[in-house]
């Protein structure tokens, strides 16, 4: 099979070669060779100022603006009319009760069941924050939740927008798979004497796998270019870039990689790599450097033949509860009720109201998990929650003859989704953070089982 970058000059030989392709294409794989992908991207970039996720200790909104946010969609659809959609955003993540409304409405103007539309957050840490989405993370006056809840309104109509016109923009197109690297990401989790903390962990595990994912048209022409990579959005933590507007690294990895395919839409699928930060960090100068590199990476798989992706699709998905360990009692719930820690008293005082209003405390946490197997040579995995090296690595190794991509942050973004290992060894990824979640954790230790046991029923639903 032919790459789609092959150029032919003359008009005769074009159509020759192009009825060669056809006839191969039909031979080797039969009539659902092709398949239709669409493309559309709105901008999402926020008035300023405005107050920005990721970090609890920022002060004030942000007022200055590095880069231009979007969202991204991008639909694939069967001969059958199946349809599934990913949609890549800029921000941190998204919450269940965020995206409910844009859920409801896109099951009322196109019949997408659940699963069918998969928003994958980049997790860059320089975008605003969302109603009902990690607020309490931020100790915001009256007009700056106004201005969230604004922002919020917009990013709801422009993601039911997005989705919509990326399955009318629908049309045969072609897909090729390579991997490449880059070695930025690195474990940022360091053992302590007494506890694990942050740092710079060469020794830890990380994940520098490139994937990428080349969609063309039926004349050749580049429409798409997926990519991914496994590193947390949080170049940028010091100084006055600290309060700018950016989409980090994946920013402008994606930005290098537009201009150097014209015409072509370059979107980025966050992978599982909730446990590494870039290294180096701490300005947009790091997020630049971080972003060349990644752009370099895929455009070295670009360069390269790569392995076509042919036929239809299949996807499959599912929400797993994950067990938490047991609530409080009453005597530490009124002592963090009274904490100095805003945090830890926010997250009490919530437990408090849902014991008033005799709501049961939760006692899980359900995580959305999904399969899509394009032809018999890619499938992309995706969870919720961000999700920590170890379990990329497990997918890896574990369905390798599945040919995996793994994918995080999809859905929606309720916790971190610690491994067995990394609940065993504690630290941030499995306590501290579920104060800004506002969860008592941290979970039992059987979630990673239990996650497993998921993926591979739903391997089995979408075939070998």
Known sequence: MQSCRMEVRSGRARVLVW????????????????LNVGLAVRDITPELPIRLAGYAGRKRPADKLDQPLRVQALALQNATGDAFVFVALDNLGVSRAFMQPVREQLAARHALPPGAVAVVASHTHSGPVLQRTLTDMVDAAPAELERIAAYSRLLQERLVEVVGAALADCRPARLEYGLGRAGFAMNRRVYGAERVVFGDNPDGPADHDVPVLRICDTRG???????????HGTSVRSGDDWYTVSGDYMGYARQLLEAHQPGAVAVFLTGMGADAD???????LHARQHGLELAGAVMGVLGRPMR?????FQWAY??????????????????DAQSGNTHVKKRALAYKRMAEA?????????????????????????????????????IKRQFADRHPWPVGYAYEVP??????RVLKEGGYEVEDSMIYYGFYGPFRGEIEAR???????LLADVGP
């Open 318 to 335: 599912t929400e797993v509860d994950l067990p938490l360990v047991s609530p409080p009692d009453r005597a530490r719930l009124e002592q």
């Open 278 to 284: 870039p290294s180096p960090r701490g300005q947009l």
């Open 221 to 231: 022409a580049v429409r798409a270019v997926l990519f991914g990579y496994a590193c």
């Open 19 to 34: 009825a060669w392709l056809l006839g191969a294409a039909s031979g080797l794989a039969g009539e659902d060779s092709w």
């Open 358 to 394: 005799g709501q049961p405390w939760p006692a899980a946490v359900s995580l959305p998990v999904a399969v899509l197997r394009l032809g018999d040579e890619l499938t992309i995995v995706l969870m919720g929650g961000e999700v920590v090296v170890d379990y990329a690595k497990r």
């Open 451 to 457: 996650l497993f046991q998921a993926l591979e029923r």
């Open 415 to 420: 916790c971190y989704i610690p491994s067995a």
């Open 308 to 312: 076509p992706v042919r036929g239809g």
